[in-house]
Antibody, heavy 122, light 112 residues
Framework: QVQLQESGPGLVKPSQTLSLTCTVSGGSISSGGYYWSWIRQHPGKGLEWIGYIYYSGSTYYNPSLKSRVTISVDTSKNQFSLKLSSVTAADTAVYYC??????????????WGQGTLVTVSS | QSVLTQPPSASGTPGQRVTISCSGSSSNIGSNTVNWYQQLPGTAPKLLIYSNNQRPSGVPDRFSGSKSGTSASLAISGLQSEDEADYYCAAWDDSLNGRYWVFGGGTKLTVL
């Protein structure tokens, strides 16, 4: 059973960089066919895809966040990370990491972390 | 404002059939498959339907999905109280703006 666990500061000051790490257990992050995603949910709102990374380092980002986002992977630790720069209160949200399975005939998120609330405030 | 459009709310009584719509465009639903996720209060989303109409193992056959053109629908038959949740559609968007996953704004289902 694959499990994902987000970790990182729950409070970030405006203009600083939000940094989160997702630790994957029960499976290798280097397994082909999977992308490793970050998704966020503003309080009381819907889901917003931030981006994802393949174990090789190939990334895709949401165009609306691309200028501020960096997703990286550390295969030796079975972890991947999110950095979001120049944060404002609008970046306050629950951040989820997730595994995205990509196949010729299907393409979906099959495992999610429990989510971590990050508040941007001075 | 979400790229995919869903009604903000839906409701039904136990045993009824309800449908939730998801409207997109040629760059997302019109050219790619649709997934549906269920989010129970206070929990992470869970995959409900993938590739327009496929149910993962463990999802009751009361849930079904369909797609036509640039729109998709989720149907829930034999509505049960435990179906009260938020439902999100998602699709890959491949446009001049970029290539990325887009979600609907979510539909809150209330079981009366």
């Amino acid at each position: 059973q694959v499990q994902l666990q987000e970790s990182g500061p729950g409070l970030v000051k405006p203009s600083q960089t939000l940094s989160l790490t997702c630790t994957v257990s029960g499976g290798s992050i280097s397994s082909g066919g999977y992308y490793w995603s970050w998704i966020r949910q503003h309080p009381g709102k819907g889901l917003e895809w931030i981006g994802y990374i393949y174990y090789s380092g190939s990334t895709y980002y949401n165009p609306s966040l691309k200028s501020r986002v960096t997703i990286s992977v550390d295969t030796s630790k079975n972890q991947f990370s999110l950095k979001l720069s120049s944060v404002t209160a609008a970046d306050t949200a629950v951040y989820y990491c997730a595994r995205h399975i990509k196949h010729t005939y299907y393409d979906f998120i099959d495992y999610w972390g429990q989510g971590t609330l990050v508040t941007v405030s001075s | 404002q979400s790229v995919l459009t869903q009604p903000p709310s839906a409701s039904g009584t136990p045993g009824q059939r309800v449908t939730i719509s998801c409207s997109g465009s040629s760059s997302n639903i019109g050219s790619n498959t649709v997934n549906w996720y269920q989010q129970l209060p206070g929990t992470a989303p869970k995959l409900l339907i993938y590739s327009n109409n496929q149910r993962p193992s463990g999802v009751p056959d009361r849930f079904s999905g369909s797609k036509s053109g640039t729109s998709a629908s989720l149907a829930i038959s034999g509505l049960q109280s435990e179906d009260e949740a938020d439902y999100y559609c998602a699709a890959w968007d491949d446009s001049l703006n970029g290539r990325y996953w887009v979600f609907g704004g979510g539909t809150k289902l209330t079981v009366l």
